[in-house]
């Protein structure tokens, strides 16, 4: 078992404009959900009990996706 990932997640997504504008780049659909998500989801799996995201552009907006984490069983801050 782990303790903790960092995983960063803060680029602006400047390649991927338009659909950045709006919406972050770690929030980008992949299939039905977010590529993000996808990773966490890997992560808890992987017996990680916490996930530290490194955020910047458009941080409030993942924030509020992710919260605490509870949804995937795994701490996330």
Excluded: S
Aim: glycine share 6%; proline share 6%.
């Amino acid at each position: 078992m782990f303790d903790r990932a960092i995983v960063l997640a803060g680029g602006r997504g400047t390649r991927l404009q338009p659909y950045t504008v709006e919406l972050p780049k770690p929030l980008m659909p992949l299939g039905d959900c977010p590529i993000l998500e996808i990773l966490i989801r890997q992560l808890a799996r992987c017996d990680f009990r916490r996930v530290t995201l490194a955020v910047n552009h458009q941080a409030d907006i993942i924030k509020a996706f992710f919260r605490d984490g509870a949804k995937w069983k795994i701490e996330i801050d």
